[in-house]
């Protein structure tokens, strides 16, 4: 079993480099203080330079165990993680080298031949990373172009639901649940549109220029009719703004059936699915 995994380290393609072995979880770092214990205890001779280098040592090891642990957890993070950019710094590496060294300087405290304690630490180095495994040293996912479409098309999808989210709040300081619902059901229909996109492809990139132009001719449209209130807002300009947003929601629909966006589904499919996936989205958050 353990040279099962010593090979597993070597492994291309199934290699603890990659999150493949050696889960964090199966590995209980803190235990180690238990096994290097009785080592320390050789510093212990009664003498003050004794104690402090005991201390030394604990701190070092302590220092080691700690890379370890932050290691661990950022070992598992990439595993449970769809894509992951490898670690920055190399803590489990960092942390085995740490407690190689100072087994090795125990070691020397009673072994004079000093090649015997590079020996072990040598051994404690490779029995760390059989243990431990290696940091993660590749990007995961990064390299295929669907996830990053998928990536890229959902922060343009959340930028874009939030915008909408926005202009929703600026129109309901009118107070008007009439034409607050009529807004809201024009936009839910933008926004099931895009929910019918593909995000592992380009499409949702080559659309959201024209979403945002129509962001913005519906947010301009939503101040003015914000800044008219400030006097009384006339049965004409409420007539109005409704149909100047229905208008461009209309076009843009017609443009985006024409791209095979939502195709064979009507508005309120369309509507019923943006708020169940709204729903979904804010029972996670």
């Not at 889960?23 to 214990?37: D, I």
């Not at 549109?193 to 129509?214: C, E, H, M, W, Y």
């Not at 409704?242 to 208008?247: E, F, G, M, N, W």
């Not at 629909?253 to 989205?281: H, P, S």
């Amino acid at each position: 079993m353990t040279e099962q995994r010593f090979n597993n380290l070597l492994d291309d393609q199934d290699s603890a480099a990659l999150g493949k072995v050696a889960p964090a979880e199966e590995v209980p770092v803190g235990f180690m203080v238990l096994a290097t214990c009785p080592l320390i205890l050789w510093l212990l001779d009664g003498t003050v330079a004794g104690l402090v280098s005991a201390v030394l040592i604990i701190a070092l090891f302590g220092v080691g165990l700690l890379c370890l642990s932050v290691g661990q957890k950022a070992h598992l993070a990439y595993d449970s993680a769809e894509v992951a950019a490898r670690p920055k710094i190399p803590f489990k590496l960092i942390g085995s080298i740490i407690v190689a060294l100072v087994v090795g300087l125990l070691a020397t405290t009673k072994i004079g031949n000093p090649a015997i304690p590079t020996v072990i630490s040598l051994s404690t180095f490779i029995l760390c990373l059989i243990s431990f495994g290696l940091d993660p040293m590749r990007d995961k996912g990064l390299d295929n172009p669907a996830m990053k479409n998928r990536i890229v098309n959902a922060a343009l999808y959340q930028t874009i639901d939030d915008r909408c989210e926005d202009l929703l709040h600026v129109l309901a300081q009118l107070e008007d649940d009439d034409l607050f619902e009529r807004t809201r059901a024009a936009v839910n229909t933008v926004m099931g549109l895009l929910g019918t996109i593909d995000f592992t492809t380009s499409a949702f990139q080559r659309i959201t220029p024209s979403v945002n132009k129509l962001l913005d001719k519906l947010q301009a449209e939503v101040d003015a009719l914000v800044s008219a209130s400030e006097d009384k807002i006339t049965s004409f300009q409420r007539k109005k703004f409704l149909i100047k947003v229905q208008t461009l929601v209309d076009a843009f629909e017609t443009r985006a059936r024409k791209n095979g966006l939502g195709l064979g589904r009507d508005n309120f499919e369309l509507q019923t699915d943006l708020l169940f996936n709204r729903m979904n989205r804010y029972r996670a958050a």
